[in-house]
C-alpha cells in the first residue's frame, strides 16, 4: 500500500524556519517526482514545490522562491522542505504529494499524505 | 499564471441526481500536439487529504466509481457525478497541469438536498 506521512509542522514565528519531513512506502520512491503542495485553514489548495526523482530538478511557486527548498534522499525514502523567513501567509497544512510517472514537467497528484500544519504566528 | 474559475461555489443536490461542477481556465490547457487537455479533478472529503478522480479531463483514476465522469476542452470543463451517493459530500477541486505554477480552483462544496 501506497503511504505518505509527513511530519514536521508546528508553531513558528514569522521569520522563523521549519523543516518538513515525509517518509514514503510502498512504492519505488526514486522512480517517482514529488511535490508538497499546501492548503491555507479552510481555503483552497496552492502547488509549492516539485523535484524530479534523482533531486537534479526543482521547481518553486514564486512566493516561495528563495525562501524553501524542496529535497529528497532516495535512500530514506523521504522528501524534504526546508522553510525559512516564514510569513503569516505560509500557515497551511502542508502535503506530500506523488507525481504520477512521466508526469514530472506536467504534474497531477495520485497519492497524497494526510498532511501536516504549519502556523506562523507571534 | 492560469486562472481556474470554478463554479458555483457550493450545490446541494438530492440523492441520485446529477451533480455538475464547472471550472474555467484562464487561458486554454489543451496541448495542441497531443491533443490533450492538462486538467484534473479531486475530491476532499472533511479532514481528509484530496484524492485524485479525473486527469486528462475525462480519464478516471483507478478504483473511482464510474458515476464520476469529466468533459470539456480548451479552457471549460465540467465534472459530472450522474447519480449522487452520500459518500459524494465533500468538496471537488480541478486543477491545471499545463504550466507552471500548476494551479487550482477555489473548490465547490457539493451537499445533499
Known amino acids: 500500500e501506497v503511504q505518505l506521512v509527513e511530519s514536521g509542522g508546528g508553531l513558528v514565528q514569522p521569520g522563523g524556519s521549519l523543516r518538513l519531513s515525509c517518509a514514503a512506502s510502498?512504492?519505488?520512491?526514486?522512480?517517482?517526482?514529488m511535490s508538497w503542495v499546501r492548503q491555507a485553514p479552510g481555503k483552497g489548495l496552492e502547488w509549492v514545490a516539485n523535484?524530479?526523482?534523482?533531486?537534479?530538478?526543482?521547481y518553486y511557486v514564486d512566493s516561495v522562491k528563495g525562501r524553501f527548498t524542496i529535497s529528497r534522499d532516495n535512500a530514506k525514502n523521504s522528501l524534504y522542505l526546508q522553510m525559512n523567513n516564514l510569513r503569516a501567509e505560509d500557515t497551511a497544512v502542508y502535503y506530500c504529494?506523488?507525481?504520477?510517472?512521466?508526469?514530472?514537467?506536467?504534474?497531477?497528484?495520485?497519492?497524497w499524505g494526510q498532511g501536516t500544519l504549519v502556523t506562523v504566528s507571534s | 499564471d492560469i486562472v481556474m474559475t470554478q463554479s458555483p461555489d457550493s450545490l446541494a443536490v438530492s440523492l441520485g441526481e446529477r451533480a455538475t461542477v464547472n471550472c474555467k481556465s484562464s487561458q486554454s490547457v489543451l496541448d495542441s500536439s497531443n491533443n490533450k487537455n492538462y486538467l484534473a479533478w479531486y475530491q476532499q472529503k472533511p479532514g481528509q487529504p484530496p484524492k485524485l478522480l479525473i486527469y486528462w479531463a475525462s480519464t478516471r483514476e483507478s478504483g473511482v466509481p464510474d458515476r464520476f465522469s469529466g468533459s470539456g476542452s480548451g479552457t471549460d470543463f465540467t465534472l459530472t457525478i450522474s447519480s449522487l451517493q452520500a459518500e459524494d459530500v465533500a468538496v471537488y477541486f480541478c486543477q491545471q497541469y499545463y504550466g507552471i505554477p500548476y494551479t487550482f480552483g477555489q473548490g465547490t462544496k457539493l451537499e445533499i438536498k
Open positions: 504529494a506523488r507525481v504520477p510517472p512521466s508526469r514530472g514537467w506536467n504534474p497531477y497528484f495520485d497519492c
Open positions: 510502498g512504492f519505488t520512491f526514486s522512480s517517482y517526482w
Open positions: 523535484i524530479k526523482h534523482d533531486g537534479s530538478e526543482k
